[in-house]
């Protein structure tokens, strides 16, 4: 039992360059989320999926689109990287049972564009 | 709007100094305040979910408590291993996407 894994793990891309994020989880969880963390922002929302097929815009969507491919995985695009996107990227499944009890976090993906 | 702010911005402490980290919020309707862990270069670990003002939660080390207006992550004779940064979270209303603070930054020293 994995949890929830992210490829790749570290990405160096140049500016209008385009990369996908992958994210897979196991835990069998409806809903799955894609943040970013910069330093002295904390973790900002991008995009968010309650359930296979659906997806919505969080708090900084601009510059990404996502794909919610089946129930275990969430992928998270940028069409035209720029260096305003240079950021750690986490993935997220919550275990819904009552709310959001808890938010399982992938390990990361380090992006750099220059 | 939901808002979640931590303090201190960062915190140093001797082994086995206590001490408290702080989590105030404003939220329509508070549906659980979330403590999390991080270490650097990982993702947040969760660490509590509180639901309602006077309760606690215990583990190891840490205890968190929650009043209408904030919450305290009390870390009692902390070690070395304790150092991370600590993330506050808190859901509401019908929205299952919770707000985050900024952190707390805490290192202790040997």
């Known amino acids: 039992n994995a949890g929830v894994t992210q490829t790749p793990k570290f990405q160096v891309l140049k500016t209008g360059q385009s990369m996908t994020l992958q994210c897979a989880q196991d835990m069998n969880h409806n809903s799955m989320y894609w943040y970013r963390q910069d330093p002295g922002m904390g973790l900002r929302l991008i995009y968010y999926s309650a359930s296979e097929g659906t997806t919505d815009k969080g708090e900084v969507p601009n510059g990404y689109n996502v794909s919610r491919l089946n129930k275990r995985e969430f992928s998270l695009r940028l069409e035209s990287a720029a260096p305003s996107q240079t950021s750690v990227y986490f993935c997220a499944s919550p275990m819904m049972g009552d709310s959001q009890e808890t938010q399982y976090f992938g390990p990361g993906t380090r992006l750099l564009v220059l | 709007e939901d808002q979640v702010t931590q303090s201190p911005e960062a915190l140093r402490l001797q082994e086995g100094e206590s001490s408290s980290l702080n989590c105030s919020y404003t939220?329509?309707?508070?549906?659980?305040l979330f403590w999390y862990r991080q270490d650097p270069g990982k993702g947040p670990e969760f660490l509590f979910t509180?639901?309602?003002a006077g309760e606690e939660k215990e583990k190891e080390r840490l205890k968190a408590t929650l009043t209408k207006k904030e919450s305290f992550l009390h870390i009692t004779a902390p070690k070395p291993e304790d150092s991370a940064t600590y993330l506050c979270a808190v859901g509401s209303g019908g929205s299952y996407i919770p707000t985050f603070g900024r952190g707390t930054s805490l290192i202790v020293h040997p």
């Open positions: 939220v329509s309707g508070l549906r659980g």
């Open positions: 509180l639901y309602s």
